[in-house]
Nanobody, 115 residues
């Protein structure tokens, strides 16, 4: 019943920006902390950012701090990841995840940063 649908990825040049969206359903979204992860082939999944249920508290991985911003709109059951100053090493499949339901993953959205 828990569903997560990511969107907004694409191809972008270094230094560019993208905004990813994740729309959730099947649980009480407004009470659940949310996270963004990314993964590339041959490497472990990396935690990118987290946000508290009300959106007041955020945390970021060291590699993206200062460049990415996580936010949420509880009225829309959506969590966002604003990405700026993109680098080739940001290339990955990005997934959102609900802290209360870590076993559920969506299809993810591909971000490719290349010139």
């Amino acid at each position: 019943q828990v569903q997560l649908v990511e969107s907004g990825g694409g191809f972008v040049q270094p230094g560019g920006s993208l905004r990813l969206s994740c729309t959730a359903s099947g649980f009480t979204f407004r009470r659940c902390p949310m996270s963004w992860y990314r993964q590339v082939p041959g490497k472990e999944r990396e935690l990118v950012a987290t946000i508290s249920s009300g959106g007041s508290t955020t945390n970021y991985g060291d590699s993206v701090k200062g460049r990415f911003t996580i936010s949420r709109d509880n009225a829309k059951n959506t969590v966002y990841l604003q990405m700026s100053g993109l680098k080739p090493e940001d290339t990955a499949v990005y997934h959102c995840n609900a802290e209360w339901y870590p076993q559920y993953w969506g299809q993810g959205t591909q971000v490719t940063v290349s010139s």
